[in-house]
């Protein structure tokens, strides 16, 4: 019998999921649509430049989703599920800290972390599981009842978990199993419609809409799948035209005419979906809840940690100039910031060591008996290498929380007067039972191997990297 890679599981797995959120959110396929549209728009015109952060045929089938859990326990069992598929928990976003309302999750993505893995199929699911223990937005005795029920729900049947279990280990499934696999996976973040237990939801819906989203229903559900459009801005006026009411802003980074880094992200606003309702006496109506919504992104080039630094720094910038003149859109007083601070070409980004390239030996290198330069800056501005920049593959604290907050009902409350419980990488490594990776540590790895390839080539020690205070990570 054939069997089906983890790979392929991956692909459809994230195909399927495609698929079944369609059904769910119509407005989701619209998305997808246009997309699609402003992508092969992109294609048209400007070629093969087009595919430089990534082949037509990844950047069409790139989805991300979006999950929320309960418990580690809950966290533990996602994370073999995604095993299953080749995907690993990377980075550790704290949303409490980012956002200004009550977001009371910590998070981490998981998704491919190789190359050859990344270009087959990059699906990626930004994971986030709730803090109850965090007296900032709960109180002993709230906290109490949330993690017994929370204790007392099953998210995934065991029989999905073994066969994960199995994936994992064999890195591939007979295509039996793989078809169960994949049915019991899509079947577990589908909508439930088991009635929603309303006091209880309201209860949690006071403190954060998302703590409500997470602890106040039986089951998890995919809460958006965003896919990756080549144009933003343009998809931001297709979507408008069409009647689609848009968040406000993009997040992330400006449109300018420099490179573009990390992630830009929009959404619309969450749609009512109806669900059903217990009420206290017991009786079942129907109601509507507004959790689930629509997201688009533009993919950057990866910034390494001294150019994150200076992008969280431009978003400072922007901050302080918002406050100044606030009648000034965030776009324009974003893209003066940009050109006075960012640098306005791939070459500047890498001289600098702001970014993350991989380096491949030109086929049109010097052939006149002279040797390579010394340095990777003078091998590639003398045509011996050509570097190719590495695409952001991860996500953004501050987008994020944007995303979450834009589609809140209520602010919720929050009580800074207390400690907030720390939480870090390391601690949800523990709690996810799997090591949370570093993406730096993965950006560099690639840029490094290519580097020790192209020394080999050339018959050359290893190259030095370009900024030394790259050189960790
Ligand atoms: C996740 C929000 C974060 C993104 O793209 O930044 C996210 C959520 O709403 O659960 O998906
Ligand atoms: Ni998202």
């Known amino acids: 019998m054939s069997t089906i890679s983890q790979w392929r599981l991956r692909a459809a797995f994230a195909a399927r999921l495609s698929r079944m959120y369609g059904q769910e ?42 999950i929320r859990v309960g418990t580690p326990r809950e966290l533990r069992q996602v994370g073999r599920v995604f095993a299953a598929l080749g995907m690993h928990p990377v980075g550790f976003y704290d949303l409490r800290e980012a956002a200004a309302s009550a977001v009371p999750v910590v998070s981490t993505a998981f998704r ?17 599981m709730l803090t109850p223990a965090d007296p900032r937005f709960f109180d002993a005795g709230l906290r109490a009842r949330l993690e017994a029920f929370l204790a007392a729900r099953e998210l995934f049947p065991p029989e999905l978990l073994t066969l994960a279990d199995r994936a994992e280990a064999d890195r591939e499934l007979p295509e039996e199993d793989a078809e169960r696999f994949l049915h019991l996976a899509v079947g577990a973040f589908e909508l439930s419609s088991e009635p929603v237990d309303r006091a209880w939801y309201e209860t949690l819906e006071r403190i954060s809409a998302v703590a409500a989203d997470i602890g106040g229903v039986r089951s998890t559900h995919i809460n958006h799948l965003t896919p990756r459009v080549l144009d933003i801005d343009e998809l931001y006026r297709r979507m408008t035209d069409r009647g689609i009411e848009m968040i406000d802003t993009i997040q992330g ?24 309702m217990r009420l206290a006496d017991g009786s079942v109506q129907s109601g509507t809840l507004r959790v689930r ?71 049109d290198r010097p052939r006149d008996g002279s040797g390579p330069p010394a340095g990777v800056g003078d091998l590639v501005r003398q045509g011996w290498v050509q570097a190719e920049p590495i695409v952001y593959e991860d996500f953004l604290p501050r987008s994020a929380a944007g995303i979450f907050q834009s589609n809140l009902s209520g602010e919720g409350t929050r009580d800074n007067d207390q400690e907030g419980t720390a939480y870090d990488a390391a601690w949800l490594s523990g709690a996810i039972g799997r090591e949370v990776l570093d993406p730096y540590a993965l950006y560099a790895e690639q840029r490094n191997a290519s580097l020790a390839q192209v020394s080999a080539q050339l018959g050359r020690a290893p190259f030095t990297p370009l900024n030394p205070l790259d050189s960790a990570t």
């Not at 980074?253 to 669900?275: I, M």
């Open 25 to 66: 959110v119509p407005a989701y396929t619209t998305l997808v649509d246009v997309s699609r549209e402003v992508n092969e728009d992109v294609l048209g015109e400007r070629g093969a430049d087009a595919e430089r952060l990534g082949s037509i045929s990844r950047v069409t089938a790139e989805r991300h989703g979006a």
């Open 112 to 128: 491919p972390v190789d190359g050859e893995e990344l270009a087959r199929n990059p699906f990626r699911v930004f994971t986030s």
């Open 253 to 276: 980074p400006p449109a300018w005419k420099g490179p573009d880094v990390l992630l830009r992200q929009t959404s619309f606003r969450a749609l009512a979906e109806p669900r059903a």
């Open 293 to 363: 919504f629509g997201e688009v992104e533009a993919r950057g080039i990866a910034l390494t940690r001294q150019g994150r630094a200076l992008y969280d720094q431009l978003l400072g910038r922007i901050d302080e100039q918002m406050s100044l003149h606030p009648a000034e859109s965030r776009g324009d007083i974003a893209r003066g910031v940009w050109e006075r601070h960012m640098p306005g070409s791939e070459e500047e980004l890498a001289a600098q060591g702001l970014a993350y390239f991989t380096y491949r030996l030109a086929d």
